[in-house]
């Protein structure tokens, strides 16, 4: 556990995002599989963790050493108690025959285990294993496929899934510079991959895993103009740097320039052939809704930067856009960044922060992080997406789409848990516990996802779900969704429900919102109702009112959804971005 913490300590915003992945896992596991008010406790400290994670300090890593070492704490506490959860919700859905105690208390019949540390591919237990079971949960609300990396000793695996399908499997070289991350305690030096098909939407496969007699190491392909392909999507890269030089996707072909780069007067960038974006350019409201950044310019004020690079970074959460003719080009993050767009056709983002001095702003402290007794090396991913914000990509959606259904399949990401095997054979592993499960009866819509499912008061759940798009991101997805909630979920059938405010600390039906005289509103600022000094302030704010919020069309909705007993209407209506709680009684399926 210690090797743990001081990783966590390393990356403590990166493994907060990770553990919100595994604290919405849990929530749900818990409420499919309907575990005793006893585990609660368990389900809460993760709960917690994931509140203080959500301080500022700990999102940007701007915190003191002490306070990142203490973040680091409670996140290891918080994720200890939830292995527990979702080990027992596990157990009981892949043997629930066996129930197993220990101190007359009820253990988990399957020791399910995650690897924290396979980002720097180092897991113990692939690795000294000479067979074990994965089984991969999907936390989405439509099927999913996801690829399994495994680092492992030897060269030859079989994998097979439940139907008893031999998978294809490739092992590959681990990258020299993973090999030499600080911390990284592992002999392994390949990786096992295979790709986990259609697991259900609040379901999960499992797949057996062992080794077999015969040794291959696939050798690195040459690389050629073009031949690094991902799906529909192909890459170019520069032989001598490494670098991507060119990009091929959504049927259009884009120039591209990659560099890393540091602040000491100079500008590192993500440049592309995207030339004129019109000073714009967009990132993320904590994930969901894109705003407008014109460079140098507020809306509100009259604009004099004397910090004209720091004065142009704005927060990415998870995206940052530009666009420009029918262009658009985003990057996904896999952790909250700063980014911005100094020049049109650029994207820059800031993957570290060093200062040998207090930057005076209130730390009191140098930012200079170490873990294992050198500065801070984390593994991380940039996600690209480049298309037409029409429809006129392959498969019909605009690149805003497909950017939302990236966002939701990396923030919301498969989870990997392994188990041993115990000495049976794939046979009798398959007849005796269960290898596929599937929480929906039926996949969502691709707009709309459950967002919240897991215990509330009682016997009750709590049910969250949101409409994933904006208005006018997607002619044929940001429209009204209905989603009909009856024989939705396998374990259970929701018997009522009952409209909550989104913090599910009120009855909407009893909300009331307070009403403010103002002397003006927000439209009237936006607009110019002060005095315009120069044309470039004119100029900048006709650029933001081109796509001001005046098309999203809000619409007040119902406060209160009324479900008798028997009635067949669980017939629920989600507008773009809106997100509706409820609180549901059920009666679970025999």
Not at 277 to 296: H, P, Q, V, W
Request: net charge negative; glycine share 6%; with cysteine.
């Amino acid at each position: 556990m210690g090797h743990l913490i001081s990783s966590l300590i390393e990356n403590v915003e990166a493994t907060a995002k990770s553990d919100e992945i595994k604290s919405y896992v849990t929530g749900e596991l818990y409420a499919l599989t309907d575990l005793g008010p006893e585990d609660r406790v368990d389900l809460n400290a993760l709960r917690e963790a994931m509140g203080v994670m959500q301080h500022h300090d700990a999102i940007t890593g701007t915190e003191k050493e002490h306070v990142a070492h203490d973040y680091a704490r409670i996140l290891s506490k918080g994720i200890e108690e939830c292995e527990f959860i979702t080990a027992s919700a596990l157990s009981k859905i892949v043997a629930p025959s066996e129930k197993p105690k220990l101190m007359d208390e009820p253990v988990p019949a399957i020791p399910f285990i995650s690897c924290p540390l396979l980002n720097v591919s180092q897991c113990e237990f692939s690795e000294t294993s000479d067979s074990f079971v994965v089984t991969i949960y999907n936390p989405l609300s439509r099927p999913v496929n996801k690829y399994i990396r495994l680092p492992v000793s030897k060269a030859k695996y079989s994998v097979r899934d439940s139907s008893g399908t031999q998978l294809a499997t490739q092992i590959i070289p681990i990258a020299t510079p993973v090999l030499e991350i600080p911390g990284r305690e592992s002999s392994a030096t390949i990786e096992l991959i295979f790709q986990a098909k259609d697991i259900a939407p609040l379901g999960f496969k499992s797949y057996f895993i062992e080794k077999t007699e015969e040794d291959i190491v696939i050798e690195q392909k040459e690389l050629d103009n073009y031949t690094q392909k991902l799906l529909d999507a192909a890459f170019k890269i520069n032989e001598e740097t490494g670098l991507i030089s060119g990009i091929v996707m959504n049927n259009r072909e884009l120039a591209f320039k990659q560099e890393f780069l540091y602040y000491n007067g100079f500008v590192g960038n993500n440049d592309t052939s995207i030339e004129d974006t019109n000073s714009a350019f967009y990132t993320d409201s904590n994930g969901r809704e894109m705003l407008k950044r014109i460079r140098n310019f507020r809306p509100t004020w009259r604009l004099d930067l004397e910090e004209p690079i720091s004065g142009n970074y704005y927060p990415v959460t998870s995206k940052i856009v530009i666009k420009g003719g029918d262009d658009e080009v985003a990057v996904l993050t896999d952790r909250a960044q700063g980014g911005t767009s100094l020049k049109d056709g650029h994207i820059e983002l800031m993957l570290h922060r060093n200062c040998l001095h207090d930057d005076a702003f209130g730390v009191n402290e140098p930012l200079i992080e170490e873990a294992f007794d050198r500065g801070l090396v984390a593994r991380g991913s940039h996600y690209l997406i480049v298309g037409s914000p029409t429809t006129s990509n392959p498969g019909g959606k605009t690149a805003a789409a497909q950017e939302r259904d990236l966002a939701q399949k990396k923030l919301l990401s498969a989870w990997t848990f392994l188990s041993p095997t115990n000495g049976l054979t794939y046979d009798q592993y398959k007849n005796k516990y269960r290898m596929e499960f599937a929480g929906l009866k039926r996949a969502l819509p691709d707009n709309v996802q459950i967002l919240t499912l897991e215990p509330w008061k009682g016997f009750s759940l709590l049910l969250r779900l949101e409409h994933v798009l904006e208005n006018d991101e997607d002619p044929n997805l940001s429209v009204p969704a209905i989603i009909d909630l009856k024989n939705l979920f396998s374990p259970f059938e929701i018997k009522s429900l009952r409209e909550t405010t989104l913090g599910a600390n009120q009855w909407l039906s009893e909300n009331h919102r307070l009403q403010f005289e103002t002397a003006g509103n927000l439209e009237d600022l936006l607009n110019g109702n002060y005095q315009i000094l120069d044309e470039d302030e004119e100029e900048s704010r006709n650029k933001l009112n081109s796509e001001q919020s005046d098309s999203r069309n809000y619409v007040k909705r119902e406060t209160l959804v009324e479900v008798p007993d028997s009635t067949d209407n669980f017939e629920i209506t989600f507008q773009p971005m809106q997100i509706r709680t409820f609180v549901i009684e059920i009666n679970k399926n025999s």
